[in-house]
């Protein structure tokens, strides 16, 4: 095998820790909480708006028992509250807080930080082609949400 091919799982998992380290360094240095990335994947879904129980279990592929487990994390970090709904007094929805949305927007400019330094160290051509190399190995497997889907039900392919 090509040492290109031997090493690209080392290589994906190495950069996958590197980047969360950075990301932790930089949120940290922003005044944010540590954020894991599967409660920055949940952040992400409820920072469009809010959701319940069912419907982010069902984006992620979880059970509601796994969705519960995550918003009761959010909720101790104070990144999330739950509210009776409106409509149906048996339903909870789920709302972010304000440190919660900081948060993202943290993320957000951080993360974008981190790609434009990188583009700077190995050329925005490089940057992107790595981008589409790894949409490519995503969506040959199903796509981001079935992804996230997996990881967050520790199943494997």
């Known amino acids: 095998m090509s040492e290109t091919g031997a ?3 080392v290589l994906l998992t ?6 969360w380290e950075r ?9 944010c909480r540590e954020v894991r990335p599967n ?10 708006d809010t959701m319940t129980i069912t419907a ?7 059970s509601k028992q796994a969705a519960v487990s995550l918003i009761d994390d959010l ?11 409106q409509s149906d007094r048996r339903v909870k929805v789920i709302h972010l807080t304000t440190a919660a949305r900081q ?6 400019r951080a993360t974008g930080e981190i790609a434009m330094e990188l583009a700077d160290r190995v050329g925005e051509d490089a940057l992107r082609t790595t981008c589409r190399v790894l949409r490519a190995m995503v969506d040959e497997r199903g ?13 494997r392919p």
């Open 14 to 19: 190495a950069a996958s820790r590197a980047f």
């Open 56 to 62: 982010l279990a069902r984006q992620f592929g979880i």
């Open 23 to 31: 990301l932790s360094e930089r949120l940290h240095q922003a005044g």
């Open 39 to 48: 409660q920055d994947y949940v952040l992400r879904a409820l920072a469009g």
């Open 7 to 9: 090493d690209l799982g």
């Open 75 to 85: 909720e101790l970090g104070g990144y999330a509250y739950r509210e009776q709904s």
């Open 143 to 155: 796509g981001m949400a079935e992804a996230m889907s997996r990881r967050s039900q520790g199943r």
């Open 103 to 108: 948060t993202v927007d943290a993320t957000d």
